[in-house]
């Protein structure tokens, strides 16, 4: 009887409709597994997520090449703009790697209070790591960019914008992100005329800030919000898929007929008659009557 048992579930053929009547008859299990999926990945999302901040400005600034006046000569206005886009795509892509060095960004550490009042080296000779430790903190926290375009003329002028993003992550940081914009706005003048390679026919470089309302703002307002949405459907929907697979395992395991085509199917024979089942409120109702 046993080896028959076994015969009838290797045949037996599990069917899409099989699957769905499976899952169907656990409906109310599977909503529950949901929502409180759902409900711990939101909380983990909110809780991992609401006291990260991150404060940024973008500051931007314009280089052009200009000239001195020859003497007895007045400044021509047109200078102010010297030639469009006369900086090319080497010099900038220089500029840029410069800016991104660590030689500057001890420049604008020298700028900044919060500094660490240490030797640079220590008696061995080594780097201090606390010095090393703020040099990171800077060049993790300022990135340099600029445009890459072939074309020429007035539209070219967008080649000569230096683009600086400052981005700190930190409730604490705000203060350091601030200290970081002043000396941004001190240094990268000095350091962009001093080292920026000047065309032919032109004396020298002008870096100018384009931007005037540079303000330090929370740059990821609604990040916990979103991060505890993303969680909520993640963990949510796996574990609705769990449930559903260790459903149909069961149900698949499950060697007891429940339906009268599953005799028919099993035995291949058909089906004479079927009992109907009267449960126990049903027959006491009757016996009332």
């Known amino acids: 009887m046993e080896e028959m048992k076994q015969d ?13 009547r499976a899952l169907w008859s656990k409906i109310l299990i599977l909503l529950l597994v949901l929502v409180l999926g759902a409900t711990a990945g939101g909380l983990y999302g909110y809780l991992d997520s609401k006291d990260v901040y991150t404060y940024g400005v973008s500051p931007v600034f314009y280089v052009n090449p200009d ?21 090319g795509e080497h010099v900038m892509k220089n500029m840029i790697e410069l800016l ?11 700028e900044m209070p919060s500094k660490p009042a240490v030797e640079i080296l220590n008696a061995d000779g080594s780097i201090n790591q606390r ?24 539209s070219s002028l967008s080649k000569s914008f230096i683009y600086v993003k400052i981005s700190v992550t930190g409730k604490a ?39 005037v309302l540079d303000e330090v703002h929370l740059t990821n307002a609604g990040y916990a919000k979103d991060q505890a949405i993303k969680f909520a459907i993640l963990l949510g ?35 004479l008659g079927v ?13 009332e009557v």
């Open 8 to 20: 009838f579930q290797a045949d037996e053929e599990f069917s899409l409709g099989d699957i769905f």
């Open 67 to 87: 000239k001195n006046p020859e003497e007895g000569e007045t400044p021509d206005s047109e200078s102010q703009y010297g030639v469009y886009g006369a900086y």
């Open 100 to 110: 991104s060095s660590e030689t500057f960004s001890a420049q604008l550490m020298q």
């Open 131 to 154: 010095y090393a430790a703020f040099l990171r903190k800077i060049n993790d926290a300022v990135s340099f960019s600029y445009t890459k375009t072939t074309e020429d003329g007035e």
């Open 173 to 211: 940081n705000k203060a350091f992100a601030e200290e970081l914009l002043r000396a941004v706005e001190i240094k990268v003048p000095e350091y962009v005329e001093k080292y920026m390679v000047v065309p032919s026919g032109y004396d020298f470089t002008n870096c100018v800030k384009t931007t």
């Open 237 to 271: 929907a796996a574990a609705l898929l769990v449930s559903c697979i260790v459903v149909v395992i069961a149900h698949r395991m499950d060697n007891r007929l429940r339906h009268y085509e599953s005799v028919s199917k099993r035995l291949g024979v058909p089906v």
């Open 275 to 287: 009992l109907p089942s009267i449960d126990k409120k049903e027959k006491d109702a009757k016996a």
